[in-house]
């Protein structure tokens, strides 16, 4: 069971985003603004954080970078009525980790909150397991039922980044800004030397592949 914090000044939404989570096997807890969360945090385990912007005491943003400077990482899931540009902007700026405006749509609230606590499990344990496959950050190794497979740094990044987000389609551009940095010169093209090498090395695994999505870039689908 996960315990997640619903931080909201108006009562009804508040209310009725914890109703929701109850319903879907979560365990809330209410704090009617910033400052209220941050005296129930050091009092409660939380899991994820959802939290409305304008608030009295301490607002959203205040709170998220409060947080964050406390060296706490727990996800955080801005909800609210802001959504310009440059609200998202200093949202993710401060520290949030996913960002919905309202009026919310429940379903997709709930299929954010799984996919933030999914995350959120792979970051603390540097650790990723698809069937009998296990991706060890710290080791760098891919380690299935045929032996353990040690890889060079940028081939590694590529399957966990890719495996923390099966299904997702990632272009070749977003691949390359994030492992090789956004300054690189290198060729677009050496990510497909990359995956090419990866799938050479892991040919034999039966639980998950490296896919192709033409004209757009590559995906991890599990088997």
């Known amino acids: 069971m996960f315990n997640i ?17 109850e319903e879907n096997g979560y365990i809330p807890i209410q704090a009617k603004d910033g400052v209220e969360a941050l005296e129930l945090l050091d009092e409660k385990h939380v899991d994820l954080i959802i939290m409305d912007i304008m608030m009295p005491r301490m607002d959203g943003y205040e709170l998220c970078e409060t947080l964050r400077k406390s060296g706490i990482s727990t996800p955080v899931l801005m909800v609210t009525a802001k959504e310009t540009p440059v609200d998202k902007k200093r949202g993710f700026r401060t520290g949030t980790d996913d960002y919905m405006v309202k009026p919310v749509d429940e379903e997709e609230m709930i299929l954010r909150i799984q996919a933030l606590l999914r995350r959120s499990r792979i970051v603390s344990e540097h650790k990723i397991t698809v069937g009998e496959t296990t991706v060890d950050y710290d080791a760098m190794t891919v380690t299935d039922p045929d032996g353990c497979t040690v890889m060079p740094p940028k081939e590694f990044m590529l399957v966990y980044k890719l495996l923390s987000y099966p299904g997702r389609i990632f272009t070749r551009r977003q691949l390359m800004d994030e492992i090789w940095d956004m300054t690189s010169d290198t060729d677009e093209r050496t990510v497909d030397v990359h995956i090419n090498r990866i799938r050479e090395r892991l040919k034999g695994n039966k639980d998950f592949e490296i896919a192709t999505v033409r004209g757009l870039g590559y995906k991890a689908v599990k088997l």
Do not use: I, Y
């Open 5 to 21: 914090m619903v931080v909201e000044d108006d009562a009804n939404t508040r209310r009725l985003t914890c109703d929701v989570l």
